[in-house]
């Protein structure tokens, strides 16, 4: 049976607990963040503290002096510093104690916990949160420890199993195909034909990665133009395609259309002046806007929507797996973290 | 001959193991962990590998006062001496991830090989480049190349698994390791250019010395040292020129990687006519 260890506690709002539109009012900016560490160390109970705010999530993680109420204690503070009543962020938050806390830390430091599971980001921004704290003065021996051996648990997490590999949605999966033919997206440029939500995303995440040359080919020259301007790039007509069609490395298409636009008889015209350029044709259209002999042609590469989802679908299966084994480490990494703060005496003194 | 109590043999032997070593842990890592080895770890153990390698040609040089390069053995040795050298040294300017796996499987397979047919290393053999250090520098430039052809062809293999993965779209086994086609296509032509000019540079130095001795090269010699050195020369100009698909040119990367090391073969023959003066390709001189 687990022993109650109030001396450590979380508290944690994210998109797990309550829906996006209610976590919103959490958001703290930097100097806010500055006020609520000011506000909680008002009181003698709470000896240390750690705020992780992000765009998905607010923690408070705590050591305190009295641990039957250091729970009760931060509600109130929060709730005060918020302005709302009480029992409605105890609604919407998870408290938990002792080595739930660590187990809870490393958890999200590794990306287990966050909405796309297995992303980078959170680790940069719990270790960003920790200089805030350090800074501020708010840490001490216990959060010290118990947040440097989570991080080298996390780390571990992350080096040893694959939860950060592959992706698992559709357009990064296009993006990490392109990387995988070009190298960079630097020089490459991608032409977008409709513009479908995929097809959007798609170019979203392509110029996250580096893209920047962009066109966009519709039926009506009026959407091109609107397409362009929106998400930027060069307007072009479809019906011209084959005029500018060697002008670009990637074509993303969403097209609503009765006939292929492309098929290997009027690709091949088209490689000789390519000389050995790849091209990697993404056929996001349902029906498909691609024949399936643009495949045959060397130097082409043609994905459809379900050979995306494929890789997609078999990445989150390895991911899932990968989980279970980051889950697993993370629970040993807490049991043992806690027993070192145990034999320091920092935990465990009630 | 033997240097710090261990056999010139025996260093290569170690060597070679460790090379093995690399090829396997990093291919386990990958395939079996799902894991990108750090390239620090692979250059590390494949630098071994190569230091000790290097002891054991050294020791081997000494017992001729020149470089050993007597035999099928030590030409095999030297030429994967220099792939890896390549490795080590450039390889990581190219940033080609994965590259130490295949250099260290290429230089395991020719080593294990080498070691296991005893007649390569025949030691009835006498030291083939008489007193000009030219000559010398000529036969180890032009294995030097070889290595870099090897590293090249070692490529375009990765290049054909990447776009056959591609292309198949079964991205499990290597594929998320090994770099972008787009990577390895510049890696290839830089490393065909590079080999191409080190070949060229060892043959116009052979080729002084043939002229004033044209007796000195035994014809098979003379033309597969010309039909290598022309194949690669066509080589060069067919890619410059985009003529040549980048699959097309990656298997003829590897077919005329293979025929060089035919070419071995042939300018290991004895000679007609021993000259105490040169051998113009990457060869032995027969005793």
Known sequence: ?350 | MSLLGIEDRQWISLATVVFVVAAALRAYTALKLHRKAKRPSTLMLVSFGWILQTIGLYARGLEYGGCPLSNRFELVQFMVWSAIALYIFVGPAFRVSFLGMFTSTFASVFSILSLTVRSWDSPSRIPIFGDSPWIETHAALALFSYGVFGVLALTSVMYLLQTRSLKQKKMGGLFPYMPSIFELTQINFRLLAIGFFILSASLAIGAVYWFRETESVDLPKLGTTIVVWFAYGILILLRSRQTLSYKQYSWTCIAVFATALLSLEAVDQPKAKESPLLDSTPTARSP
């Not at chain 1, 362009?228 to 002008?247: F, Q, R, S, V």
Request: proline letters at 2%; one cysteine or more; a neutral charge.
């Open chain 1, 1 to 350: 049976m687990s022993t109650y260890h109030g001396e450590l506690l979380l508290i944690t709002i994210n998109h797990e607990t309550v829906s996006l539109e209610k976590r919103e009012r959490y958001s703290l900016d930097d100097v806010q963040i500055k006020m609520l560490y000011e506000a909680l160390h008002r009181s003698p109970m709470l000896e240390e503290s750690l705020i992780l705010n992000t765009c998905n999530r607010f923690e408070l993680y705590s050591k305190t002096s009295d641990p039957k109420n250091g729970g009760a204690i931060a509600f109130k503070t929060l709730a005060s510093f918020y302005n709302v009543q009480r029992e409605e962020i105890e609604s919407h938050a998870r408290i938990r104690f002792g080595r739930e806390v660590i187990k809870h830390l490393i958890e999200v430091s590794a990306g287990l916990r966050s909405q796309i599971t297995g992303e980078a980001e959170i680790f940069g921004q719990v270790k960003k949160a920790y200089a805030t704290c350090q800074r501020l003065g708010y840490s001490g021996r216990l959060i010290n420890r118990m947040v440097q051996k989570g991080f080298q648990a996390a780390k571990l997490i992350r080096h040893s199993t694959q939860i950060g590999e592959g992706q698992i949605n559709i357009s990064n999966v296009a993006v990490d195909l392109s990387l995988k033919i070009f190298g960079s997206l630097k020089n490459t440029s991608a032409l977008v034909v409709g513009t479908g939500e995929i097809g959007e995303k798609t170019v979203k995440a392509l110029k996250s990665r580096g893209a920047s040359n962009f066109g966009v080919a519709s039926h009506h020259s009026g959407r091109a133009d609107e397409i362009a301007d929106k998400w930027g790039g060069i307007p072009h007509a479809l019906g011209e395609l084959e005029t500018y069609l060697n002008d670009y490395d990637i074509i993303i298409s969403s097209s609503e259309t009765d006939s292929p636009l492309l098929d290997a008889r009027s690709l091949a015209k088209h490689m000789n002046a390519r000389k050995n350029r790849p091209l990697f044709l993404i056929d996001l259209g349902l029906p498909r806007n691609m024949d399936a002999s643009c495949q045959e042609i060397e130097n082409v590469y043609l994905y459809n929507l379900d050979d995306l989802a494929k890789i997609a679908t078999d990445n989150l299966s390895e991911r899932r797996a990968a989980i279970k084994q980051s889950e697993k480490i993370a629970a040993q990494k807490s049991a043992s973290i806690w027993q070192m703060l145990e034999s320091r005496g920092l935990v465990n003194f009630q």
